[in-house]
């Protein structure tokens, strides 16, 4: 999510280090800062938004100093600001340290930190390292971090240096990634083989567990409690500078897509009590009062968020026997909508500045209703104008068409209606089921994603085929499925393409089915089945071209022309992972029809205007 950056050698580091975070700008900042050492001590510049500003706060003061860590964030802990941001230092203000990733037991290590006298200046997970670091020093460094670490739970890459040992940086990652470049007298570190590839084309891969102990002569691997050196290759970039900012991947989208194991991961991180079993959502727990006694939810959105908010009506429905609809922003601003005593508005949205999901909620809250954002970018503008909320913590999302972010809100949709059962009640037998196929999910779609070749292959067939509209069609959970499997076809792909419940189809669309148009079914062996499968039929004996995305493996290879096996979950949570394979499809097909995917014609990733 963020980047992290770090040089020794023999010339001056700020301008390297600046040059290399901006090599990182894809990822989206919301901040910046880097530590030099300069022979005194540690020289430390930080800056809140875009990286010109801390290039700006550096001409006017500027560091000197021939080794340095820097780094860019995208909040995940507490607001973009100077205070938040990298790198944290410790009390003495001789150690320093830039980390990507989640310390998850940071409150209790703060909490007996600060017992011992130390006194922390920012709101992140990440000062307690700085802190630690500080607690069990001693020398040398390497060891200092080590004892650090193996007290920390969560995921990290990070670069630490200190005054006490100058010219030193040490590295180590578990869970986030980290690479060391090798060039002529100077070693670099990185979040991101991007932010390298001006210097050197020679890096090491660090693994999870690993340490590495830097200097302008060259580099150690260690273990990460630092008793063992290992021995690793040495690889040779041959990427180009565009293909390093996407991982390798050829767009944007696909990397995205990629990522979804591991976003899923980030949003379920520390929200799920396993002794209990429920639901932490501590963002929410300064309107825990006002929730447990709401009698209404309405989750207003646009776009995609939109589609993971009607999964959130159902699921609230479902789980806490609360009323819940959803509601297009933009329509529902400029209505008189009814919004009584014990309603909860939820905004809804990716980036978190959409301009119509913003009014709805500022609409909301002159009525007097109580309000939150279940938003992906910290600090944005619905994270500001709400009373509480979730944040997804699913990464950058930098392709127009949403995919990540989409499960991940689906994903925090799912926490966030068990949050509302237990207060009403909730069979704490649900709650645990839900809560163990939840954790389950990151696999699933690994599995998934280890088959793309097969939706590749079938996207081909569908492409071959010529088609120029298509039909999507799901019920029960599956039906908002259908709808955004449709919206990224034609984002993505400019095929005609619409999305219906499958139950409907015979009040009107049923009327285009013949020999041309494809119908894609999310049929899940859900609660609704078997009333999918009659749809099927009705399909098939029009001569639709049927494609369908199902968990069951019997029975639909006879009657539809395409098939698509998916592991199964529990009802409510399986558009998360029916919808990876209706994201690949729309992907290779774009792809194949020659689309710009990442930025499709006449779209925003943002739309910050109505
Ligand atoms: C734009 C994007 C969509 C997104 C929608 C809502 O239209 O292209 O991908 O779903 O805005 O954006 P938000 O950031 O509020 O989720």
Request: aromatic share 6%.
């Amino acid at each position: 999510m963020c980047g992290i950056v770090a040089y020794a050698g023999g010339e001056p580091a700020s301008p390297i280090l600046l040059e290399a975070l901006s090599r990182l700008e894809y990822r989206g900042y919301d901040s910046a800062g880097l530590a030099v050492q300069n022979g005194l001590g540690l020289d430390t510049r930080r800056a809140a938004g875009r990286l010109e500003a801390l290039g700006d706060l550096l001409d006017r003061e500027p560091v000197a100093g021939e080794s340095g860590i820097a780094h860019t964030r995208w909040a995940t802990h507490g607001e973009p600001t100077v205070a938040n941001a990298h790198p944290h230092q410790d009390c003495s203000g001789e150690i320093a340290v830039c980390h990507n990733g989640i310390i998850e037991n940071a409150d209790v290590l703060r909490a007996e930190l600060i017992r011992r006298g130390h006194e922390f200046r920012s709101d992140t997970d990440t000062e307690v390292l700085s802190h630690l670091i500080e607690e069990h020093w001693l020398p040398p460094l390497h060891l200092s971090v080590a004892r650090a670490l193996s007290m920390v739970e969560g995921t990290f890459g990070i670069a630490v240096m200190s005054s006490r040992e100058p010219g030193r940086i040490v590295c180590a990652r578990r869970g986030s990634p980290l690479l060391v470049g090798l060039g002529k007298g100077q070693i670099f570190a990185a979040s991101d083989a991007a932010a390298l590839l001006p210097y050197t084309r020679r890096v090491v891969y660090l693994d999870d567990g690993e340490m590495a102990v830097i200097d302008s002569s060259g580099c150690d691997i260690l273990s990460m409690d630092a008793m063992s050196r290992i021995v690793k290759p040495v690889e040779v970039l041959d990427w180009d500078l565009e293909a390093a900012e996407r991982g390798g991947h050829a767009h944007f989208m696909l990397k995205e897509i990629c990522e979804q194991p591991t976003s899923l991961e980030a949003t379920l991180r520390g929200r799920i009590q396993r002794s209990s079993p429920a639901v932490k959502l501590g963002g929410l727990s300064d309107v825990a009062g006002v929730l447990s006694e709401a009698r209404r939810i309405i989750f207003t959105a646009c776009g995609t968020s939109w589609h993971a908010g009607l999964i959130g009506k159902f699921m609230v429905e479902e789980y806490a026997r609360v009323q819940a609809d959803v509601e297009y922003a933009s329509e529902w601003r400029y209505r008189n909508p009814v919004l009584e005593p014990g309603t909860v508005v939820v905004g809804v949205s990716q980036s978190g500045e959409t301009a119509d999901t913003l009014a709805a909620l500022s609409l909301a809250k002159e009525r007097g209703a109580t309000t939150l954002g279940i938003v992906n970018v910290v600090g944005s503008s619905v994270a500001r104008a709400t009373d509480a909320g979730i944040y997804l913590h699913a990464g950058p999302e930098i392709g127009v068409a949403s995919t990540k972010a989409f499960t991940s809100q689906v994903a925090a949709m799912a926490l966030f209606a068990l949050y509302l059962g237990r207060q009403r009640g909730l069979d704490p037998e649900v709650t645990r089921r839900v809560l163990s196929e939840i954790q389950l999910l990151p696999d699933k779609v690994r599995s998934i994603l280890a088959r793309a070749e097969e939706i590749e292959e079938m996207a081909q067939r569908l492409v071959d085929r010529g088609h120029s509209n298509y039909l999507y069609l799901g019920r029960g959970y599956s039906f908002p499925v259908s709808l955004e499997g449709a919206l990224k076809l034609k984002e993505i792909s400019y095929i005609h393409a619409e999305g219906f419940s499958a139950a409907e189809m015979k009040h009107g669309p049923i009327a285009l089915i013949d020999e041309n148009m494809p119908v894609v079914v999310v049929a899940p062996r859900d609660s609704v089945y078997p009333k999918v499968l009659s749809n099927m039929r009705e399909v098939k004996a029009r001569g639709g071209y049927l494609v369908a995305v199902t968990t069951e493996p019997n029975g639909l290879a006879e009657l539809a022309d395409e098939v698509f096996i998916v592991p199964s979950t529990e009802d409510s949570l399986q558009p998360i992972i029916s919808s990876i394979p209706l994201q690949l499809l729309a992907y290779h097909i774009g792809v194949m029809r020659g689309c710009d995917v990442d930025k499709p014609r006449n779209l925003a990733k943002s739309v910050t205007v109505e």
